[in-house]
C-alpha cells in the first residue's frame, strides 16, 4: 500500500514539473517572439553624432536571425564604423532580456526590456540603445546618452529588409 502513495506521489511530482517547465518554455518562446520584427538581413545607413550634430556617416549591414530553437536572437552588425556580434535571450529566472555584446575591444552584458513595441537596452543608468520597427516595414537601431538632463542621441542606424 505504501508503494502505491509513494507512486502516485512521484507520478503527481514529475506531471507538476513537466508542466511548469512546458509553461516555462511556452514563456520564454512568447518572449523571444517579440522581437522577430528585427528577423531579417537588413542594409542601411549608420549616423555617429556629437552634441547633436551628425558627424559621421557610412553604410550598415545588419544579419538578425533566431539560433538555437529560436531560444536566442543573434545580430552581426557591420558598419564603417563598428563591428558587433550581439546574442539576445530572455532570461525566465530575472524576467528580463539580456544584450551579450561582443566586439574587438571585449564582451559586455546589458539588461533589456519590451515596451512600447521596441526593445530597450540599458548599457548603464545614462545610456541607452533603442530597437524598433519603421512604418515603411524596416528598422531603426539608435542609442542615447543622458547629458545634463536631456537625452541626447549619440548614433542612429536606419535599416530596410533585403530579404
Given at each position: 500500500m505504501k508503494f502505491r502513495k509513494a507512486s502516485k506521489f512521484l507520478y503527481c511530482l514529475v506531471l507538476f514539473f513537466l508542466?511548469?517547465?512546458?509553461?516555462?518554455q511556452d514563456l520564454k518562446h512568447e518572449k523571444m517572439e517579440q522581437l522577430s520584427f528585427l528577423v531579417g538581413e537588413w542594409v542601411g545607413t549608420s549616423k555617429i553624432y556629437e552634441n547633436g550634430i551628425v558627424t559621421k556617416t557610412g553604410?550598415?549591414?545588419?544579419?538578425?536571425?533566431?539560433?538555437?530553437?529560436?531560444?536566442?536572437l543573434v545580430i552581426e552588425l557591420n558598419t564603417e564604423f563598428l563591428q558587433l556580434h550581439t546574442i539576445?535571450?530572455?532570461?525566465?529566472?530575472?524576467?528580463?532580456?539580456?544584450?551579450?555584446?561582443?566586439?574587438k575591444e571585449g564582451a559586455a552584458r546589458y539588461p533589456?526590456?519590451?515596451?512600447?513595441?521596441?526593445?530597450?537596452v540599458w548599457k548603464d543608468e545614462?545610456?541607452?540603445?533603442?530597437?524598433?520597427?519603421?512604418?515603411?516595414?524596416?528598422?531603426?537601431?539608435?542609442?542615447?546618452?543622458?547629458?545634463?538632463?536631456?537625452?541626447?542621441?549619440?548614433?542612429?542606424?536606419t535599416f530596410k529588409n533585403t530579404q
Open positions: 508542466y511548469n517547465s512546458v509553461l516555462s553604410s550598415a549591414y545588419e544579419k538578425i536571425s533566431y539560433d538555437l530553437n529560436s531560444s536566442i539576445i535571450l530572455y532570461d525566465e529566472a530575472d524576467e528580463k532580456y539580456y544584450y551579450y555584446r561582443f566586439s533589456a526590456e519590451f515596451k512600447e513595441e521596441q526593445l530597450i545614462k545610456t541607452r540603445f533603442f530597437f524598433g520597427s519603421t512604418p515603411e516595414g524596416g528598422f531603426k537601431e539608435y542609442g542615447e546618452q543622458l547629458i545634463d538632463g536631456d537625452w541626447v542621441k549619440i548614433f542612429e542606424d
